[in-house]
């Protein structure tokens, strides 16, 4: 017998691999089976944490990027008032 981790309600199944993702019947978390014997869980890993989730869109790397941008155009400027002596 093995608990949630969530809301330690009692889950009394038998799991073959670890990695295994189940629900938990009394809260809803996804559980992933981290040990066989004895059966453990541990929350699932969201979404957007998984493998080959490293291309997502992210707003702050947006705005990081429009950034770096701006100082390009910033450093261009200052080289063309130095090379006439400005």
Do not use: N
């Amino acid at each position: 017998m093995s608990y949630c981790p969530e809301c330690e309600a009692e889950i009394d199944e038998e799991f073959e691999e670890i990695g295994e993702v189940i629900t938990c019947p009394e809260c809803g978390v996804e559980l992933e089976v981290i040990s066989l014997d004895p059966v453990e869980f541990d929350l699932a890993p969201e979404e957007d944490e998984e493998e080959g989730d490293e291309y997502r869109f992210d707003e702050d790397e947006e705005d990081w990027e429009e950034e770096e941008e701006d100082l390009d155009e910033e450093d261009e400027d200052e080289k063309y008032h130095r090379r006439k002596g400005c």
